[in-house]
């Protein structure tokens, strides 16, 4: 199928090894990068790591940038997504193993809806890695904190009153229950390699949020399900110094195979510039399995 000019916003980085191809599908969506030009959208290091060349083909989301098409919605901007990989998986013809998809702010939500979509709701198709930058658990709860720009506070002054803070939230019709999405997925799956990356002096969503999807990704591994205080004694932490720290989470999938959930939390990068840094370079590298 042809790719519909409604998609525009993601980055496919095809890396040509031999006869082998790698797709790299990026999801990126927010004003920070929209205004940037294109060698500003993706982390600056994995266009220099000593892998075969990366080719970039850049595409708008419907009623962004020159892309035509209504105000988006979260049934439109999943279905732009499903598309665009369905292109890179039956036009291109890449193999889903070859396949890593990243999002970064909302497009983490898209990135997780869409792999959803084809791990559990069309033909068990699961794709190398998933990469989830700056994510947030859903919209609602992010509304509870979320600042415009990190200052101007949206529902957090109705802090006082939970009942009339709740009662806005659940008035919010484009909820993008990422947390809700991403259990399905890792839950779902066969075998699955997740990489959630936040920095901590992110105001636009908090680091918390990462902490949140990487425990709901890690209890999603299990079958009687656990408390969060069970997944904090278990869970693999290495301390980084001055660079954050990682958590790691291991389980068994069907068939023996392995499901991983990784977090990386750094102390810089805000909300948008984190998308250039080597953390999210080296996530990506390690969803492909390029480097041991």
């Not at 980085?13 to 294109?38: C, D, E, H, K, M």
């Not at 920095?199 to 999603?220: K, M, Q, T, Y």
């Not at 023996?256 to 080296?282: C, D, F, Q, W």
């Amino acid at each position: 199928m042809a790719i519909s000019p409604t998609l525009k916003k993601a980055y496919w980085s095809l890396a040509a090894a031999g006869a082998l191809y790698f797709v790299f599908i990026s999801v990126l969506l927010n004003g920070w990068t929209q205004r940037q030009p294109p060698h500003r959208r993706l982390p600056r290091p994995l266009l220099r790591v000593p892998l075969p060349p990366i080719h970039v083909l850049t595409i708008d989301y419907r009623g962004f940038g020159l892309s035509a098409g209504n105000s988006p919605t979260e049934a439109g901007l999943i279905t732009d997504g499903i598309a665009l990989v369905d292109y890179a998986l039956h036009t291109i013809g890449v193999p889903a193993e070859r396949i890593v998809i990243q999002g970064h702010s909302l497009g983490t939500a898209v990135a997780v809806a869409v792999a959803e979509h084809f791990a559990l709701r069309s033909s068990g198709v699961e794709f190398g890695g998933l990469v989830l930058v700056s994510a947030f658990e859903d919209i609602p709860s992010l509304m509870l904190t979320y600042a415009i720009g990190g200052v101007v506070p949206i529902l957090s002054p109705l802090r006082p009153y939970p009942l009339l803070q709740r009662w806005f939230a659940e008035r919010i019709q484009e909820t993008w229950r990422t947390g809700e999405r991403l259990a399905g997925l890792v839950g779902g799956s066969k075998w699955c390699r997740v990489f959630l990356v936040h920095a901590r002096n992110d105001f636009d969503i908090p680091w918390s949020h990462g902490e949140r999807l990487f425990r709901v990704a890690a209890n999603a591994t299990t079958e009687r399900g656990m408390a969060a205080k069970e997944i904090e004694a278990v869970k693999w932490r290495t301390d980084l110094g001055r660079g954050g720290w990682r958590d790691e989470w291991k389980a068994e999938g069907r068939g023996g195979a392995m499901k991983y959930v990784r977090l990386e939390v750094v102390p810089h990068g805000g909300h948008n510039r984190i998308v250039t840094y080597p953390v999210v370079s080296k996530a990506i590298v390690d969803a492909f399995g390029l480097v041991e």
